[in-house]
Nanobody, 124 residues
């Protein structure tokens, strides 16, 4: 059974930084692309970032490009999301997900396992 556990969320002031982690188990982690999504209150879940199986391809939502960095450590079965220059509009529950295949994907339907999420709150 695949399990994804996010950590690293919290409360931060605007302009601050957080680093989210997602530890995976139950699947050969290095074979699958990984992604981060987020959902703010009253809004639909949206794509944030994705990374291919070997880290060679990375995609970002326009709203986070230049501020967020996705990375992975296949030896540790962990994917990260470094978030810098955070803004109040980044406030959301952040979810990591493992893709069905090896290539980075933006669409949620390309992912088959999801974590429970970690709350990120950015105060102004």
């Amino acid at each position: 059974q695949v399990q994804l556990v996010e950590s690293g969320g919290g409360l931060v002031q605007a302009g601050g930084s957080l680093r989210l982690s997602c530890a995976a188990s139950g699947r050969t982690f290095s074979r699958n692309a990984m992604g981060w999504f987020r959902q703010a209150p009253g809004k639909e879940r949206e794509f944030v970032a994705a990374i291919s199986w070997n880290g060679g391809t990375r995609y970002y939502a326009d709203s986070v490009k230049g501020r967020f960095t996705i990375s992975r450590d296949n030896a540790k079965n962990t994917v990260y999301l470094q978030m810098n220059n955070l803004k109040p509009e980044d406030t959301a529950v952040y979810y990591c997900a493992t893709a069905k295949g090896s290539y980075a994907q933006r669409a949620a339907y390309e992912y088959d396992y999801w974590g429970r999420g970690t709350q990120v709150t950015v105060s102004s």
